[in-house]
């Protein structure tokens, strides 16, 4: 399937960072498809985007990440922060949106519905990865500040390898999980170089902020938007999966299972294959039953 129009790509200013997004025209007159992750941009939506040239589709990159810059990379990012990001995007586009979100960028959604649910029509988000709402949240909540202890004191591979260590982890984090040594670098074909940089959008910026939110569930459930949560099929017990089925619990729902694992979407963009038009075609299923 291709693309029939080309993006427009286009900047907005927020406190503290330029927002670089991206609008492509679609062919029909349904409201537009806001595709999000974080701190994955909009180059990671390039398979999925494909697969509904009738809608206008919007993708961006999140403060910090690609496109997108930041007045002061040292600093953290909030979902609340992200989530008034993309309030300002919808905004300026016009909305309401569809939204799917992924990963970080599913708690960021959250977080704007929470606040703007009038900017979103239906919301599917995709494996929030919540530590702070699993029932082991104490221990996981201490197993990623470790990942993130890890990349402070030995750079980004070490840091990365970690990440993927526990990202990769199925089931509850016992006691003694944070007291394991971190793989070597190499075990995953990472660097062991340390470059002396501290400011991974990820593994310092992100991190810790959308790990630890607690999401405004009274809002929530309040809310307009319809909200979706997706799971993936091939993820069942990583954290980010469990996230899902978390949040879906609260919200007196259950999770929709699509294809595929984490980053089911993806067409090969960053070097990781899902199904992506077993993705596309359950996305625009859930979308078609608002």
């Not at 294809?259 to 070097?271: K, M």
């Amino acid at each position: 399937m291709t693309v029939k129009t080309e993006p427009t790509t286009l900047t907005i200013e927020a406190p503290g960072a330029m927002l670089t997004y991206d609008v492509r025209p679609g062919t029909g007159s349904d409201i537009p498809l806001f595709l999000i992750g974080s701190p994955m941009g909009a180059a990671g939506f390039a398979s999925l985007a494909n697969h509904f040239p009738e809608r206008t589709i919007i993708t961006y990159d999140p403060r910090g990440a690609e496109r997108s810059t930041k007045d002061d990379p040292t600093t953290p990012n909030t979902p609340d922060e992200q989530g008034d990001d993309l309030h300002r995007i919808i905004q300026e586009v016009g909305g309401p949106v569809d939204l799917f979100a992924s990963s970080g960028g599913a708690v960021n959604a959250l977080a704007l519905v929470a606040k703007h649910p009038e900017n979103v029509r239906t919301l599917v988000a995709h494996e929030p990865p919540l530590a702070s709402i699993l029932p082991d949240s104490e221990n996981a909540k201490a197993v990623v500040r470790a990942m993130g202890e890890t990349y402070q004191r030995s750079g980004f591979g070490a840091g990365m390898a970690h990440f993927m260590a526990v990202t990769s982890h199925r089931g509850e984090f016992p006691d003694d999980f944070v007291q394991q040594p971190p793989p070597e670098p190499a075990t995953f074909g990472l660097p062991a170089e340390d470059d002396g940089s501290r400011t991974d959008v990820l593994l310092a910026q992100n991190l810790i902020g959308t790990t630890h939110y607690e999401p405004d569930f009274d809002a929530l459930q309040a809310a307009s938007t319809r909200i979706v949560v997706g799971a993936g099929s091939e993820s069942e017990g990583e954290m980010a999966n469990r996230g899902a089925h978390a949040v879906a619990e609260r919200l007196g729902t259950v999770p929709v299972i699509f294809p595929s694992h984490h980053g089911g979407f993806l067409g090969g963009e960053y070097g990781w294959p899902g199904e992506p038009d077993a993705f596309a075609a359950k996305l625009r299923h859930v979308l078609e039953e608002s």
